[in-house]
């Protein structure tokens, strides 16, 4: 439970505090194996879920039965928070485990009465609520992108920010090409023809943007 403390919900609320507080609502530790389905796309959310250990990815499938990766989620990070409230709050992907895991459950009840008795974790939960939702907007956002090289470009852009340096990739081709929802492949053909054009210098993790106005003009190609 030690990570539970450390968890942003939490943060600025006393763990003496904490401890009364759970003393006084309901809340489960839940387990789960490796690959197991923790929740379904479509299924209530009516609790909040929180990683204590081991780590999950939320996945969507597409029409055609392929899985696209939406993010890997870690300790000690909520799962669907955006979703516990509201008419439809239904969780909006698969939450699949990629580990072993456990998982802290607060009820809907419980997340109530926490609000009531802890200004702290009312307002963390609003602006985890809102940076959730900022979150899927970009990501919405990104997956409009019909081209493989329209994604690469988009990625790329948000990791270098305003500076035309060198990028070292946070993910392997393999995970890149899941996030992506493409073959491992076409992600590795997409690379290489940016770098045959001069739009980037690619060597491993490495890459450089050589012509920034070039490849945001990928971002508008369908």
């Known amino acids: 439970m ?3 403390y450390k968890c942003p919900l939490f943060k ?3 763990p003496d505090d904490l401890d009364k507080y759970l003393e006084s609502i309901h809340y489960q530790i839940k387990k789960y194996n490796k ?4 929740a379904q796309a479509g299924e209530e959310c009516n609790a909040l879920l929180i990683m204590l250990k081991g780590s999950v990815k939320g996945e969507m499938i597409d ?6 990766k939406i993010e890997d989620i870690e300790p000690p990070k909520p799962l669907a928070i955006a979703f516990i409230f509201g008419q439809n709050n239904y969780f909006p992907v698969n939450i699949v485990a990629t580990t072993d895991v456990e ?3 607060l009820p809907k009840e419980s997340i109530i009465r926490l609000m009531q008795v802890s200004a702290p ?3 963390n ?3 985890n609520i809102s940076n959730r939702a900022q979150f899927l907007s970009n990501k919405i956002r990104f997956l409009t992108f019909q081209t493989i090289r329209g994604k690469l470009a988009h990625y790329l852009l948000q990791l270098a920010g305003s500076i035309n340096g060198e990028i070292i990739l946070p993910k392997s081709q393999e995970e890149l090409a ?3 929802g493409v073959t491992r492949p076409s992600l590795g053909r997409a690379i290489r023809e940016l770098h045959n054009e001069g739009i980037i210098f690619a060597q491993g993790k490495s890459i450089k943007i050589l012509d920034r106005k070039l490849l945001l003009q990928q971002l508008k190609k369908g």
Request: aromatic share 14%.
């Open 2 to 4: 030690d990570l539970l």
């Open 12 to 14: 600025g609320v006393n």
């Open 35 to 38: 690959d197991q389905i923790i």
């Open 63 to 68: 029409p055609s039965g392929k899985a696209i």
């Open 103 to 105: 998982i802290f459950k």
């Open 121 to 123: 974790f009312l307002q």
């Open 125 to 127: 939960f609003m602006n």
């Open 178 to 180: 899941s996030l992506f």
